[in-house]
T-cell receptor, first 111, second 113 residues
Framework: QQQVKQSPQSLIVQKGGIPIINCAYE??????FPWYQQFPGKGPALLIA?????SEKKEGRFTISFNKSAKQFSLHIMDSQPGDSATYFC??????????FGSGTQLTVLP | DAGVTQSPTHLIKTRGQQVTLRCSPK?????VSWYQQALGQGPQFIFQ???????QRGNFPDRFSGHQFPNYSSELNVNALLLGDSALYLC????????????FGPGTRLLVL
């Protein structure tokens, strides 16, 4: 029940495309859903996060869509750039604030 | 504003040895969490320290232990190293145990031979 399932495992898009990464969770006690970006050899960097009382949140080119009834959330990257090529992780936490991560999506944006 | 720092950046050990990894939290943060990230996988929660005590623990054996100092910095100790302990060890800091946002350091890459 603690799992967060993430798909796809890898994604290749052209520059300017809109990659979409999906996550699903089971634990209804989760109340915080962040997305992290990780470059090779670096630690994860927080991109954007959402709470379940909101269905959508935008920050710059990054948008989270949240479907509480389906227990799913997704990350959309608008006007993707080669510099966005990285591994993206969704995560979730409850009141204990220990993050449960998805398995990651390796995004490649072609020039 | 200093972010989360970790040392060393890389470490090579042999099976059965012991290792200590270090973390300094982001300025103003008092809570440190440790995660293990195996190659190609998402980070897994090891434990969280606040007020110099272990507050929460993930599904890791007691070979994994930690410590938090009065200045909020933290150490992760792993005893009797196994090949499977090879991973990137990440430290994350936050302000209080209820704060949602965690900031990660660059990690320590541990290789066990």
């Amino acid at each position: 029940q603690q799992q967060v399932k993430q798909s796809p495992q890898s994604l290749i898009v052209q520059k300017g495309g809109i990659p979409i990464i999906n996550c699903a969770y089971e634990n209804t006690a989760f109340d915080y859903f962040p997305w992290y970006q990780q470059f090779p050899g670096k630690g994860p960097a927080l991109l954007i996060a959402i709470r379940p009382d909101v269905s959508e949140k935008k920050e710059g080119r990054f948008t989270i869509s949240f479907n509480k009834s389906a227990k799913q959330f997704s990350l959309h990257i608008m006007d993707s750039q080669p510099g966005d090529s990285a591994t993206y992780f969704c995560a979730a936490s409850g009141s204990a604030r220990q993050l449960t991560f998805g398995s990651g999506t390796q995004l490649t944006v072609l020039p | 504003d200093a972010g989360v720092t970790q040392s060393p950046t890389h470490l090579i050990k042999t099976r059965g040895q012991q290792v200590t990894l270090r973390c300094s939290p982001k300025s103003g943060h008092d809570t440190v969490s440790w995660y293990q990230q195996a190659l190609g996988q998402g980070p897994q929660f090891i434990f969280q320290y606040y007020e110099e005590e272990e507050r929460q623990r993930g599904n890791f054996p007691d070979r994994f232990s930690g410590h938090q100092f009065p200045n909020y910095s933290s150490e992760l100790n792993v005893n009797a190293l196994l090949l499977g302990d090879s991973a990137l060890y990440l430290c994350a800091s936050s302000l209080g145990t209820r704060e949602e946002t965690q900031y990660f350091g660059p990690g320590t890459r541990l290789l066990v031979l």
